[in-house]
């Protein structure tokens, strides 16, 4: 029977540390980060995550501004407010709830220095590098649990369902940047099943409910569902044959918010030592 991960608890033990550094930064620079996060349109879910965004936020000592536009908005009102809060000193950190609606064209317009999500091509090249600037935050989520597990990556076949996703892709491009060994395929791989079972990590991250089923799993391999809303992985019986499994939800989930939270810290600290 796998290890069952418990997200909820690594996120508050990861709050308190941010809840120090945050108060231990005002104290040594005489100001407080501050994320401006950008809703575009209603979706009830980007509405969901920003309330829970602001109150970790507000809880850790962040300042965190939320500014709404219409779902009809231009593309040049929006890029306009992004460069005000760009010339901004006191923001340390921009983000736009994705997915945008519509055919806007507007995350090129952020100052790569505040992107803390890795939205702009720049940030999101640099993690093919092995020197990303900022993780983006789902990307960081997994490295912690990955790190909290203390679970090896080195000589391990990793194995991506959903590489070229918007989660999925620059979580590839990271671990291949770091030197691992990473195969990415996509749900509708005809071979999905074979290809899934020679991994030793196995991380899934397609949005297309219980796609992962047991018998695609070696046996003793490590699982990682960033599936949303619903798991993506078949959790009861997959964690019969995994030697680690994290469950959706409770596992990598309640990590992205405090990771986004921790690059606005380091883009405040990064900002402090340019200067």
């Known amino acids: 029977m796998a ?13 308190g540390k941010l809840v120090l550094a945050v108060a231990e930064f005002k104290k040594t620079h005489g100001f407080v980060p501050k994320l401006v996060s950008i809703l575009i349109g209603d979706n009830p879910a980007s509405i969901r995550y920003l309330v829970i965004k602001k109150a970790i936020g507000e809880r850790a000592g962040i300042e965190v501004v939320v500014k709404k536009f219409s779902v009809n908005v231009s ?3 929006v890029q306009r407010f992004i460069k005000q809060a760009n ?3 006191r923001v340390t950190g921009i983000m736009i709830q994705m997915p945008l609606p519509g055919k806007l064209r507007v995350l090129s317009a952020i100052a790569p220095s505040k992107d ?10 640099l993690l093919k590098t092995g020197k ?13 649990v990955f790190e909290s597990a203390k679970i090896g990556l080195a000589g391990k076949k990793i ?16 671990l291949k940047g770091q030197g691992f060994s990473v195969t990415g395929i996509d749900k509708e791989t ?12 196995l991380i899934s991250a397609t949005g297309v409910p219980n796609l992962i089923k047991k018998e695609m799993i070696k046996k003793g391999a490590v699982v990682i569902d960033v599936g949303y809303p619903q798991p993506d992985v078949d959790f009861a019986a997959v964690a019969e044959v995994a030697s680690f499994i994290t469950p959706v939800p409770g596992g ?5 918010v405090i990771s986004l939270l921790e690059n606005v810290l380091l883009s405040a600290n990064q900002r402090c030592v340019a200067n």
């Open 87 to 89: 010339l901004d000193s």
């Open 252 to 256: 990598v989930g309640p990590l992205t």
């Open 3 to 15: 290890m069952i991960f418990d997200g909820r608890k690594l996120a508050q033990e990861k709050e």
């Open 116 to 125: 803390v999500d890795c939205l702009t091509t720049e940030n999101l090249e």
């Open 132 to 144: 990303p600037r900022f993780l983006p935050a789902t990307t960081k989520a997994v490295a912690s």
């Open 190 to 201: 005809k071979t999905l099943g074979e290809v899934t079972r020679q991994a030793d990590i």
């Open 159 to 174: 194995v991506i369902v959903g590489s070229k996703g918007f989660v999925g892709e620059p979580l590839f491009d990271y």
């Open 75 to 77: 593309s040049q009102l």
